[in-house]
């Protein structure tokens, strides 16, 4: 059964139906079939809309099979395992994370290895030889099959490549007739998103990564800061 939330369409496969229609179709007709008896110009009409309908949608429906698949199956925030932790490799934002009981954080900040923490009100930056920390927050990107994209925000611990936890989201890239369209047109665009079991819609976020952190890592004074 077509789950119609999940077909997604910029208009390609309408315009092209309708080319067959309203212009291929009376061309077809008047040049080959208006001398043929009405069954065989019927049935021959009849099998060019199906067929132009089936070579519109067809990988449109496809993308919106796999689509739902893996945005109900994987998509999505998943912790396996939380540890308690100080500090941790990753978005360098201390004064958003001290209020949460992180006592630094570890990060690249204009080309240097750098350990942050924030004293006195202020933000004081070290610059490092090398990052201490034993968990890091990291993104993966994989390119599945031809028109999605998976993001994976993931936690891992740096000594065993153990995965804590991860946050993963997919853009789903349009069938072949929306694809010349968007590319005729020219316009910027954004592929439709989940990150969550619901139909992809464009620039749709519903999780974001500090989330993910807040719920793997745990700190002494975790409860100090407001979510």
């Known amino acids: 059964m077509i789950n119609w939330d999940y077909m997604i369409t910029y208009g390609g496969p309408e315009l092209f139906v309708g080319f067959v229609l309203f212009v291929i179709t009376p061309i077809i007709y008047w040049l080959i079939l208006k001398n043929f008896k009405w069954f065989i110009k019927i049935t021959s009409i009849t099998l060019l809309w199906i067929t132009t309908i089936l070579i519109s949608y067809w990988d449109v429906y496809q993308i919106s099979i796999e689509s739902e698949r893996l945005c109900k199956e994987e998509a999505g925030l998943h912790v396996y395992e939380t540890v308690e932790v100080e500090g941790f490799l990753g978005p360098i934002n201390i004064e958003y994370w001290t209020e949460y009981g992180f006592k630094y954080v570890e990060g690249a900040y204009k080309g240097n290895k750098t350990r942050s923490t924030f004293r006195e009100g202020e933000v004081v930056r070290e610059i490092i030889q090398e990052y201490t920390s034993r968990y890091q927050v990291k993104t993966k990107t994989d390119t599945l099959k031809s028109h999605f994209v998976k993001r994976k925000k993931m936690i891992v611990d740096r000594q065993t490549n153990e995965i804590l936890g991860d946050l993963v989201s997919f853009a789903v890239y349009p069938g072949w ?40 890592f745990e700190t002494k004074d975790l409860n100090k800061g407001v979510k």
């Open 177 to 216: 007739l929306d694809s010349r369209l968007l590319g005729l047109i020219g316009f910027t665009w954004s592929p439709a998103r989940c990150d969550g079991d619901y139909p992809p819609e464009s620039q749709k976020i519903t999780i974001y990564p500090r989330e993910l952190i807040k719920a793997v």
